[in-house]
């Protein structure tokens, strides 16, 4: 019985990051990921340079990604990959924005450390993804970067 308990706990606490981690759903009624419905500071901003291309992404970051992978961009030991100093990331970047763009499971091994929980597929535009990713590359102590529409484009299924 105790053993059930825990488990149903679990379940839920991970059903529960999941779904914060997606975006909060697709229901489109109620709140729209596109970039024609996004507010202005999350994406229209983005044209006039890096430095506003980071604060949308930081929006971005802060709506749909914080969640789980945390304000300060360490995620959570065991269950979420840390985006900070993230080798990942440095490492094959084009991986990573496929694995937002179009889900990721399985095991990968970030800074070191295996990760082995599901992320869904976010539900956000190009021009967001490549926003988020702009801003979590110039923060965290990762080494900058910038990435464009284009590219998350480039690896959408």
């Given at each position: 019985?105790?053993?059930?308990?825990?488990?149903?706990?679990a379940t839920l606490v991970t059903v529960t990051f999941?779904?914060?981690?997606?975006?909060?759903?697709?229901?489109k009624s109620e709140s729209s990921n596109t970039t024609a419905d996004a507010p202005k500071s999350m994406v229209d901003d983005a044209s006039d340079g890096k430095d506003a291309k980071i604060a949308a992404g930081k929006a971005v970051f802060e709506k749909v990604c914080q969640a789980c992978h945390q304000a300060d961009g360490k995620g959570l030991p065991v269950s979420f990959p840390p985006l900070?100093?993230?080798?990942?990331?440095?490492?094959?970047?084009?991986?990573?924005?496929?694995?937002?763009?179009?889900?990721?499971?399985?095991?990968?091994?970030?800074?070191?450390?295996?990760?082995?929980?599901v992320m869904p597929a976010a539900t956000l535009s190009d021009d967001e993804v490549a926003a988020a990713f702009t801003f979590v590359l110039n923060s965290f102590?990762?080494?900058?970067?910038?990435?464009?529409?284009?590219?998350?484009?480039?690896?959408?299924?």
């Open positions: 019985m105790k053993n059930l308990f825990f488990g149903v706990i999941l779904f914060s981690c997606s975006g909060g759903g697709n229901d900070a100093k993230s080798d990942y990331l440095a490492a094959d970047l084009p991986r990573a924005i496929a694995g937002v763009v179009n889900g990721l499971s399985g095991e990968i091994t970030v800074n070191g450390t295996k990760f082995n929980q102590g990762n080494k900058g970067g910038s990435v464009t529409a284009a590219e998350v484009k480039a690896v959408r299924k």
